[in-house]
């Protein structure tokens, strides 16, 4: 079944590569379609449309619809081309002649618009509340492991003086941002297409501010082909703030692996976490946290696939907008599953003690011992060369202590202030 059946057979080779995997796709919008049916079956009764019998009878005949969902008992057969025909059939076969009233008034584009949006809005949502549990389990580390230090490096080089406490609340810090981008991409989703039809509106006396309230959308999208230029917009706004967390995931779990390498030796797992070797029964591999690193990698080219998709697109649907959900649905299930497993593990990582004790760490604190001299008196660059030279003779003393003490540095850490700008962007 098709909803732009007209009696014409189709040639199954091109049915089969329009339709493409929409159907396994399609099953994530099934709930969202059925809510945005009601809305709409609830608005075509208020204009006069659907008798109040009609209306109620859709009603309760969607909401089972989402019962179905919810259980897993929907699924969508070869028979149908995608969610929304196998709802308008479900709807027919058991209402009859209300059942082909239901898409009176809309047309699939801005159908498939409302589901992706309710559809996002709650993705967007589920995901600030996975980075502000992932935030403050950072900090709670942070605030554990304040006073351990922990070298500090530039291009790979021994370089500063750093904390575990500085490197926990620098990625908690880390996700204010991402949360920022989150907030931006629900803004752009948060907004009701429904109503502008094919993308040029209706003749018949809608009320789309209804739709808007009873689907909880913040504001209509107003201008009718506005809504149908979002598609692919909103997309790619969602894979832009997916791909901010994901940076911040990726470049933490390097660091873990790297820090776990016995070349670094600053922290460790637990063996519930690691892997081993199929030959070297020593190995106790961080594959987590590297297939963390992989997947979020792979989201961050989800923006630019998008862009590719939809740049040289005019206005009006096109059907390569279809393409969009085969990146961005898997790359949301990927998302959630690592902000999972990131949650899951980071508590159980374990850093170790007195790493500075190494002598190959005396170097951290020249710039420390530089400041000191211009304290007591020294132009900068006499200081710094002083040091070089005791560096070169082999002189040099490390206090091995640091007395820093603006905001955000190594002794002054701000946590307060960093949860504080945390609760504000929430």
């Known amino acids: 079944m098709k909803l732009w059946e007209k009696g014409i057979p189709t040639d199954k080779q091109i049915e089969h590569f329009t339709v493409g995997n929409d159907r396994e796709l399609d099953l994530v919008l099934a709930k969202y379609d059925a809510l945005g049916s009601i809305a709409h079956a609830k608005m075509l009764g208020q204009i006069g449309l659907l008798t109040e019998v009609e209306t109620d009878s859709l009603v309760l005949a969607l909401e089972a619809i989402i019962i179905d969902v919810e259980k897993g008992d929907f699924e969508i ?5 995608d969610v929304h025909s196998k709802i308008e059939y479900l709807l027919t076969i058991k209402l009859g002649d209300a059942g082909k009233k239901i898409h009176t008034a809309r047309s699939r584009n801005d159908q498939v618009l409302v589901d992706v949006n309710l559809y996002l809005k709650d ?115 969602v894979a832009f703030a997916m791909s901010s ?38 190995k106790k591999n961080p594959d987590v946290f590297e297939l963390i690193r992989g997947k979020c990698n792979k989201i961050q080219a989800l923006p630019y696939e998008i862009t590719l998709i939809t740049n040289n697109l005019p206005s009006g649907y096109h059907r390569d907008l279809q393409l969009l959900k085969e990146g961005l649905f898997p790359a949301i299930q990927n998302l959630r599953a690592c902000l999972d497993i990131a949650i899951f593990s980071i508590k159980d990582i374990k850093v170790k003690d007195n790493i500075l004790n190494d002598p190959k760490y005396n170097y951290l604190f020249t710039v420390d011992t530089l400041n000191e001299m211009v ?23 490390s206090p091995k202590e640091t007395k820093h003490t603006h905001e955000g540095s190594i002794n002054n850490l701000c946590l307060e202030e960093i949860k504080e700008k945390m609760n504000q962007a929430y």
């Open 77 to 81: 057969e070869d028979s149908f081309e």
């Open 123 to 237: 993705v967007v949502t589920e995901f600030k509340s996975q980075v502000r549990t992932l935030f403050d389990l950072l900090m709670e580390s942070a605030e554990q492991h304040q006073n351990v230090l922990l070298p500090g490096y530039t291009h790979l080089q021994i370089a500063m003086p750093s904390s575990f406490g500085m490197w926990f609340s620098a990625y908690a810090e880390t996700l204010i941002d991402d949360i920022t981008m989150l907030n931006a991409a629900l803004k752009i989703v948060d907004q009701n297409p429904l109503g502008s039809a094919a993308g040029y509106g209706s003749s018949f006396p809608i009320n789309r501010t209804f739709t808007t309230e009873e689907l909880g959308f913040e504001t209509l999208k107003y201008n009718s082909v506005a809504a149908q230029m979002s598609r692919g917009k909103s997309e790619k706004t």
């Open 245 to 282: 967390v994901a940076a911040t995931l990726a470049k933490f779990s390097m660091d873990v692996c790297l820090y776990m390498s016995q070349n670094f030796d600053f922290i460790t797992l637990p063996a519930h976490l690691t892997t081993g070797s199929s030959i070297m029964p020593h």
């Open 375 to 397: 304290v007591a008196g020294m132009p900068f660059r006499d200081a710094y060369k002083a040091v070089a030279e005791q560096l070169e003779n082999g002189t040099y003393t």
